[in-house]
């Protein structure tokens, strides 16, 4: 089946940018979401690419996706203590209908904000 | 303003001794699902339910039950918690279509002793 991988932790400075890379299976792949979980909260979609885009920019955020090499990334610039939470990349494919029904979730990049 | 309320926030419970876990929301959403997020193996769907009277298993739905009588509620039934169940729970809801984003409740966490 599909899967998406992330790596479990980032640590920056802040005020640096962080990078939080996520790379998936499934070539059919319509959109592709970055969700925010803050400590103690549920998910909150941050933002999202579709599949014929190569970049999405909006204020600090930057999402870049290489569907070729089948990798998202997330680049938060200005990197502030409020940014600190886990980050999951999820995406939802054609065969699914493309959508919340066939999301399929990483498991969550923890982003640790150092002074 | 719209939201996902899951009650409770917090329980702890005995093994064996059914509960229920509620979730609502407000925004006439047709879709509707239940995760459970443990440390390392990031959020798992339970079960979903893409209308009223409309269930479906997901990734891990041994040992809970979900019903969808009304539109805006999916409650999730644990008829004998076992410590494996022992998890934070978030229900999330969207509507249906291509690219629809997912609203989750605050979480529910659960402590089956």
């Known amino acids: 089946g599909e899967d998406v991988e992330q790596s479990l932790f980032l640590s920056v400075r802040e005020g640096d940018s962080s990078v939080i890379n996520c790379t998936y299976t499934d070539s059919s792949s319509t959109y592709l979401y970055w969700y925010k979980q803050e400590p103690g909260a549920g998910l909150q979609l941050l933002t999202y690419?579709?599949?014929?885009?190569d970049m999405k920019q909006d204020q600090r955020l930057t999402v870049l996706l290489n569907k070729k090499d089948k990798h998202l990334s997330l680049r938060i610039a200005d990197t502030q203590t409020g940014d600190s939470a886990i980050y999951f990349c999820a995406e939802s494919s054609m065969y699914s209908g493309g959508g919340a029904d066939g999301l399929t979730f990483g498991k969550g990049t923890h982003l640790i904000i150092q002074p | 303003e719209a939201q996902v309320t899951q009650n409770p926030r917090y329980l702890i419970t005995v093994t064996g001794k059914k509960l229920t876990v509620t979730c609502s929301q407000n925004m006439n959403h047709e879709y509707m699902s239940w995760y459970r997020q443990d440390p390392g193996l990031g959020l798992r769907q339970i079960y979903y339910s893409m209308n009223v009277e409309v269930t479906d298993k997901g990734d891990v739905p041994e040992g809970y039950k979900v019903s969808r009588k009304e539109k805006r509620n999916f409650p999730l039934i644990l008829e004998s918690p076992s410590p494996n169940q022992t998890s934070l729970y978030f229900c999330?809801?969207?509507?249906?279509?291509?690219?629809?984003?997912?609203?989750f409740g605050s979480g529910t966490q659960l402590s089956v002793l």
């Open positions: 690419i579709f599949s014929n885009m």
């Open positions: 999330a809801s969207s509507n249906q279509g291509v690219g629809e984003k997912l609203f």
